[in-house]
């Protein structure tokens, strides 16, 4: 994973809830991704240990 990716992952938030999103990789922190949410249509931060699974849809 690298800036500039889009993936497609499988998340769960801290509320337990699951959902599957397609993303684009801004920033990769030591315990987070600053990605643009192409399901919300925003800038979201996900914590890495919610990531349940990821595929690579685009590289950078």
């Known amino acids: ?5 889009v993936l497609e992952i499988i998340y769960q ?17 030591e315990s987070y991704l600053n990605a643009f949410c192409y399901n919300r249509r925003k800038v979201r931060i996900f914590s890495k240990g919610g990531i349940l699974a990821h595929g690579r849809i685009q590289s950078a």
């Not at 994973?1 to 990716?5: E, F, L, Q, S, T």
């Not at 337990?16 to 684009?24: E, K, V």
């Open 1 to 5: 994973m690298r800036p500039g990716d």
């Open 13 to 29: 938030a801290k509320d337990g809830s699951f959902s599957q999103r397609h993303i684009r990789i801004i920033e990769i922190g």
